[in-house]
């Protein structure tokens, strides 16, 4: 439950000023790739930026036999090798060490999970918490049921002080397995307290997007149907699967970025103002975007989505091997790596806009932007002749790599006739802000233990995401439209390119 | 005659005996020169982006070299316009020397930026006239910043002049000549500088840590009513004169524009422990501010902050302390009870050390005599000096990396907590606070408090 009260008067005017209440985090796979590469690297940021407060305590709990020292010294090896700042500073990580702990948890015992317990009051006792806890599962996602249960059963997830858990997406497999999940944890944990997290929220210029339309007054105006012609999304990935063939294939293109990355950006870049950049206010105008896609059913489907798997081919100036011929991918598999649709946002403002999303692996760059392509002119004023260089306006918000904002219109070429041709005006973030942007999941942290859920996925966003994909996967999986494949090292099947010239357009090249 | 200190980097264009129009040239030639470059066969010209510009005023070669040090250390992360001017003797008519040099920098995911920094060496009546001066060079639409190294002549129409055309001036009070008159005059600059002037000082940013750290002490909603039950404040410095309290002074004003404490008096404690009371309601706090010897620390650095009270029944210290890995000296017992912080309490210790050696006060209502001693001159022979706070490396950059808070709640066991200090730099310093704009209420109404503080200390 959130408290409200008066804010800390010694706090005022220090700018990004966040500081958590003293709490015990507990890292579930703590001696997991996830923790060791991510987590425990941005707790020792958040420490380094003075963002964890006296008495924070880190305990880490997985099923291997570990001494607190060996787990200490396993952590210090990933926070060396992983840290975003470099060099490491020694005094602040064995500060941040002596901040951790080590408890063996089977997640099938539940004295397991009382003796985790029992460390925690130590902690409580020892470091000035108030029983605050954070619970995370860095774990598989079939876990995530087990370990909720277990907490409850030890009767963790109550008393003094707020208990939250966070859980990584994917969160389900399809609608059926995401609501029994959010069953799961909403039996446990209220649901203001189950922190969802896609990093891909935490990542600087996706809330950006939010800024860039809501900070200013300039684009608002033309943000709509009037004005824009099509939107196009774009997740392109030059890597294959890596070691992930085991999950992949069983999950795909539009499981793995559609239905999760590829959705919220659609979101955002298509929700109407918050009232305020608060999570309730802002997840509200999100799932009314996501209730306002229009459904692709039967026919819809195979016109409006494309799917396609890569071949060998050549990425980046390596030859690379096919999706099949993978390291634990299926030799018939029929997943996807490529997934392209066309979509509707069915309201006021964007009625008639297709918006084309499209996420890939072994595409020829990694890249991820958004493209707002805007109507010609209604009149050629120059004539023909001098505009025939000038493409209509686009704004391309990038998210990555190279983050930025760029603006396309036309100009006149200086010369003794008129001849107008087309410019950019590009914001680059590198250039141009002082401050090293921190990394998605220190953000995100950072923002659990403060108990701000604004960049976190609602149980009711997942359902109306899968609700609009479980019919897709479906007449996939029954070879509606057949999977295409697609060289790697190339943008994806022919379909894809037949899907936006049937409407006279084309794919942007990133 | 001053020394002629050039851009260290080569400049691009050098012109002596020139005027601002000249300048203009040259800097639009090296723009397009710079676009033609970058733009490929096939590809379009990049525009310009800038974010302020950045005007640095030197009154010596010492400073003007910080001073391009520092706007390189910008520049080359940082699309600025950037003019470093240095005040020479007025020798040649109301003209001046001027270089051009820039930073470019090429990022392997962005096409490159160049920042031009333009260095000005001017004398005479230009001097002077400031914003004439700089005012053809600002970029449009975008803040513009005037950072004054070494001590500003506040109070005088030549920084006035010069602040008509700019959004917020940067100084440094920890380097200010005279720093107790300097940082009042300072204080009063705000009233008759024009209304959207910020006013913004790097020795502020650097204590942006310690006032994080007893932020976030309070910030615990269970820990809320601490905030009125504070009963001692303990505020330790390095060096001796009254100029070199002014960040204790600013500490302390933080605190009592925070949290409404009203100034009543300032009284000697023993051991040259000076004590400001405080009105908070119904209730007084005491504010002990203790001048502390230091190899480690410049002089006018905060060496601990403490604050100590109780409410609702709990006892409550936190101690905040610079560099906790000084020597650790034996502690000497009728201190430890006014400052009973785990026994870390170097600080403290080293004070009660000297609390009979020295008094600054003393020192100044002896000056006669004690100038008589030195030079054997007879009284108004010749003029004693006024005892000065040295300002030359005042600042040092590896004094102290690292914060200790030790808490201590009820009977519990002290809870210790290390933090890093952010680098302090003069470049880092510049661009934190650049970032968010000199227009800092908190600051300008601690500055208030602290130069009342001052006067009466």
Not at chain 1, 324 to 334: G, I, L, T
Request: with cysteine; net charge negative.
């Amino acid at each position: 439950m959130t408290v409200e009260a008066a804010p800390n008067p010694l706090a005022e005017g220090l700018h990004d000023y966040r500081v958590a209440d003293p709490a015990v985090m507990v890292i579930f796979g703590a001696t997991g790739d996830l923790s060791g590469r991510k987590l425990l690297p941005a707790l020792y940021n958040l420490a380094k930026q003075r963002s964890l407060p006296a008495g924070f305590a880190v305990v880490g709990a997985a099923m291997d036999e570990l001494t607190e020292d060996a787990f200490r010294k396993e952590a210090s090896d990933k926070i060396h090798a992983f840290s975003r700042t470099q060099p490491i500073d020694d005094r602040v990580l064995q500060a941040f060490l002596a901040s951790l702990s080590y408890v063996k948890v089977d997640f099938g015992k539940l004295d397991d999970f009382k003796a985790l317990g029992q460390k925690l009051q130590e902690l409580d006792n020892t470091n000035h918490i108030p029983g605050n806890r954070i619970f995370y599962c860095a774990t598989p996602p079939p876990t995530y049921q087990t370990i909720t249960l277990q907490l409850q059963a030890a009767a963790l997830n109550a008393g003094n002080g707020f208990h939250r858990i966070v859980v990584e997406k994917p969160f389900g497999f399809d609608l059926k397995s995401a609501r029994e999940l959010t069953q799961t944890l909403q039996k446990v944990f209220p649901e203001d307290s189950v922190y969802r997290i896609d990093h891909y929220l935490g990542k600087e210029t996706v809330q950006n997007i939010l800024a860039f339309r809501f900070a200013n007054s300039i684009f608002e105006p033309v943000w709509n149907s009037s004005l824009i012609d099509s939107v196009q999304i774009t997740v392109a990935e030059d890597i294959g699967i890596e070691n992930r063939g085991s999950y992949y294939d069983h999950a795909g293109a539009m499981r793995d970025i559609v239905q999760n990355h590829g959705l919220q950006l659609v979101t955002l870049m298509a929700m109407e103002p918050p009232l305020a950049f608060q999570a309730n206010e802002v997840r509200d105008e999100k799932v009314k975007v996501l209730r306002a896609i229009r459904p692709l059913i039967g026919e819809d489907i195979e016109q409006s989505t494309v799917h396609g798997q890569y071949t060998k081919g050549w990425v980046l100036g390596e030859q690379v091997p096919g999706y099949r011929e993978e390291k634990n991918v299926a030799p018939d598999s029929q997943t996807e790596t490529y997934a392209a649709m066309r979509v509707f946002v069915d309201n006021w403002r964007w009625a008639g806009v297709p918006f084309y999303i499209r996420a890939g692996k072994r595409l020829p760059k990694r890249v991820t932007e958004i493209r707002i392509q805007f109507k010609r002119p209604p009149h050629l004023t120059f004539g023909r002749e001098a505009m025939k260089e000038v493409d209509p306006n686009a704004i391309t918000l990038r998210i990555q790599p190279e983050e930025g904002i760029s603006l396309k219109f036309g100009a006149k070429v200086p010369s003794a006739g008129l001849r107008i041709r087309s410019v950019t005006m590009d914001f680059q973030y590198m250039t141009s802000f002082l401050v090293e942007a921190p990394e998605a999941y220190e953000r995100l942290l950072l923002d659990c233990m403060i108990g701000d859920p604004t960049l976190f996925t609602r149980a009711d966003e997942v359902e109306a995401a899968w609700t609009f994909v479980d019919p897709i996967e479906d007449a996939w999986r029954n070879g509606r439209p057949p999977l295409g494949t697609y060289a790697a090292g190339t943008w994806g099947p022919p379909a894809a390119e037949q899907l936006l010239k049937a409407d006279g357009r084309e794919w942007h090249r990133p | 005659m001053s020394i002629t200190v050039k851009p260290t980097s080569d400049p691009l264009w050098h012109g002596e005996d020139v005027t601002i129009s000249d300048v203009l040239d040259a800097l639009s030639q090296v723009r397009a020169k710079f676009a033609r470059d970058e733009a490929g066969d096939d590809e379009l010209v990049h525009p310009r982006n800038c974010v302020m510009t950045l005007i640095s005023v030197s009154p010596d070669e010492a400073h003007e070299q910080v001073a391009q040090r520092t706007t390189q250390m910008i520049g080359a992360q940082h699309p600025v316009q950037a003019i470093v001017i240095r005040e020479e003797a007025p020798l040649r008519g109301h003209r001046f020397d001027a270089w051009i040099t820039a930073e470019v920098q090429r990022p392997e995911m962005c096409c490159a930026s160049e920042c031009e920094i333009v260095t000005l060496h001017v004398r005479g009546a230009a001097a002077d006239h400031l914003a004439g001066l700089i005012d053809p060079l600002l970029v449009s639409g975008v803040p513009t910043y005037l950072w004054w190294l070494g001590t500003p002549p506040f109070g005088k129409r030549e920084l006035l002049d010069a602040l008509r055309v700019v959004d917020g001036l940067v100084v440094d009070s920890a380097g200010f000549d005279e720093p107790f008159k300097t940082f009042h005059r300072m204080a009063g600059l705000l009233k008759v500088a024009h209304h959207r002037l910020g006013l913004a000082d790097l020795q502020w940013s650097r204590l942006r840590p310690w006032r994080e750290t007893l932020a976030q002490f309070f910030t615990p909603l269970d820990r809320r009513p601490f905030l009125s039950g504070i009963s001692e404040v303990g505020v330790d410095y390095a060096g001796e004169a009254r100029g070199n309290r002014i960040a204790a002074a600013l500490m302390t004003g933080w605190m009592a524009g925070a949290l409404g404490w009203k100034l009543k008096r300032a009284t000697a404690g023993g051991g040259g422990v000076v004590v400001a009371h405080y009105e908070a309601g119904n209730r007084s706090v005491e504010v002990h501010f203790r001048s502390v010897q230091n190899d480690d620390l410049a002089a006018g650095e905060l060496s601990a902050v403490r604050m100590a009270g109780a409410s609702g029944g709990a006892t409550f210290r936190v101690s905040v302390q610079h560099d906790p890995e000084r020597k650790r000296i034996a502690p000497e017992p009728s201190y430890r009870t006014l400052h009973p912080s785990g026994g870390e309490d170097d600080a403290g210790i080293e004070l009660a050390e000297r609390r009979a050696e020295w008094h600054r006060d003393v020192l100044h209502e002896n000056i006669g005599s004690l100038h008589h001693t030195a030079t054997g001159d007879a009284p108004g022979e010749s003029r004693p000096r006024h005892p000065v706070v040295l300002t030359s490396e005042r600042r040092r950059p590896d004094s102290g990396r690292v914060l200790l808070t030790i808490i201590e709640i009820g009977e519990g066991a002290p809870l210790r907590h290390v933090q890093q200090l952010d680098l302090e730099d003069e470049a880092t310093l510049l661009l934190d606070l650049l970032s968010t704009g000199t227009h800092d209420e908190v600051y300008n109404r601690s500055l208030a408090a602290a130069s009342a503080l001052m006067e009466k200390l």
